[in-house]
C-alpha cells in the first residue's frame, strides 16, 4: 500500500496580506511557508487607469500567493472581506489550479501558531 501525500495548503488572506501554510515534502504537519503583501494601487486621477492598476497589482498578489503552493490539491482559503472569492475565481481560472479543491470560510486575523492550528483542524 503506498502513502499518497497530499498537498494541502491553507491562506489567510485580506486585500493586502496573505499568509500562507502547507505541508512541505514527508513532514505531515503544517508550517508557515511565507506571507504576501499588496500596498494596493497609487491614486489616479483616471479612474479607468485607477480601475485597471488595481487589478494588475491584484492578478502579480495572486501569482505571488500561488509561487507558495505548486501542485496544490486542496487549499483553504480564510480571511477578512472578498478577497478569497477572488482569488478563488483566479485559481478556477488559472489551468495549473483548474482542479484544485477549495474551500472557504471567514475568520479574523490571527497568530501564525493559532492559524496553522486552524488549517490543520480543517484537513
Do not use: C
Request: negative net charge.
Amino acid at each position: 500500500m503506498s502513502i499518497t501525500e497530499n498537498k494541502q495548503f491553507g491562506v489567510w488572506m485580506d486585500n493586502h496580506k496573505a499568509v500562507i501554510a502547507g505541508r512541505e515534502g514527508t513532514n505531515d504537519e503544517f508550517q508557515m511557508l511565507g506571507e504576501e503583501s499588496n500596498a494596493g494601487a497609487m491614486s489616479n486621477s483616471n479612474e479607468k487607469s485607477a480601475h485597471n492598476d488595481e487589478k494588475s497589482l491584484q492578478h502579480k498578489f495572486f501569482k505571488s500567493i500561488l509561487a507558495h503552493m505548486p501542485n496544490a490539491e486542496e487549499i483553504l482559503l480564510t480571511g477578512t472581506g472578498t478577497a478569497q472569492e477572488q482569488f478563488k475565481h483566479y485559481l478556477n481560472e488559472t489551468a495549473q489550479f483548474k482542479n484544485t479543491k477549495v474551500k472557504d470560510s471567514t475568520s479574523e486575523a490571527m497568530s501564525e501558531d493559532k492559524l496553522v492550528a486552524y488549517f490543520k483542524s480543517n484537513f
